[in-house]
């Protein structure tokens, strides 16, 4: 079980201390969102801020552009040292070849699909992806209802890969709780981004893990 905390989710106005919680904790990854206004309905943030995390983030850090061509920037990111990088099937018109430049510089490669997408988009990139992030809530914002025709997708995907052999990671964004991240590692879900449920916690080291706990019992 792979968590990712949602810098999203963060106080800004600490953000250092919020990177020094996550630091701490046993969660594996930084996951940081960034909005262009254009895609989505909202704007995150961008360069500046990417380069307090790569400073300062002592675990990998996994992009998740929400920009519409995002081949225009997937360098400039990868520049900072990414370990994983999603750009969204419905924001890129070359996503095929896009992914291709990621994976040529040796970032592991994220096709992100929206709840209202298909997850069979997934089948023609089969050999260049390393994770599908299914959007369980609608991109754009922290703290949504999770969507719950997504769950079907998750099983599909996980027959699809077992079929064809295939290693690609499922990761879940949008939503996630203490209360349904079991279930959706149960039906094959792996890596979990946690935006709100762990920055709103009062005590987000404890509570990852007992989270990771409570996988390794059950
Ligand atoms: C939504 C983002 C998510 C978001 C998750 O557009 O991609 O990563 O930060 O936030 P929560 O966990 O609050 O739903
Ligand atoms: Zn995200």
Redesign the pocket.
């Known amino acids: 079980m792979i968590i990712a905390p949602?810098i999203?989710?963060a106080d800004f106005g600490k953000l250092r201390e919020e990177i020094e919680i996550v630091n701490e904790s046993s969660a594996d990854l930084f996951?940081v969102?960034v909005?262009d206004g254009v895609f989505?309905p909202n704007i995150s943030f961008g360069f500046p801020v990417m380069e307090v995390l790569a400073k300062y983030a002592k675990k990998p850090l996994d992009v998740?552009l929400?920009i519409v061509q995002p081949e225009r920037y997937t360098d400039r990111f990868m520049d900072f040292g990414l370990q994983s990088l999603s750009i969204h099937f419905e924001a890129c018109v070359q996503v095929h070849r896009t992914l291709e430049s990621i994976k040529n510089k040796g970032v592991k490669t994220g096709i992100a699909i929206n709840p209202g997408t298909s997850e069979s988009v997934v089948e023609p990139l089969r050999d260049l992806i390393d994770f599908v992030n299914l959007?369980t809530?609608n991109?754009?914002?922290?703290?949504?209802s999770f969507i719950q025709s997504v769950v079907r997708k998750i099983e599909n995907l996980d027959n699809f890969r077992r079929e064809e052999e295939l290693d690609f990671l499922i990761e879940l964004?949008?939503?996630?709780t203490g209360d349904n991240i079991h279930e959706m590692a149960v039906i094959g879900a792996d890596i979990f981004?946690?935006?709100?449920?762990f920055f709103k916690q009062k005590d987000p080291v404890a509570f990852v893990s007992d989270i990771k706990l409570k996988a390794m019992i059950d």
């Open positions: 949602s999203l989710a996951h969102d909005m989505v998740h929400m959007m809530v991109p754009g914002f922290g703290g949504q964004d949008g939503a996630i981004v946690m935006g709100t449920a």
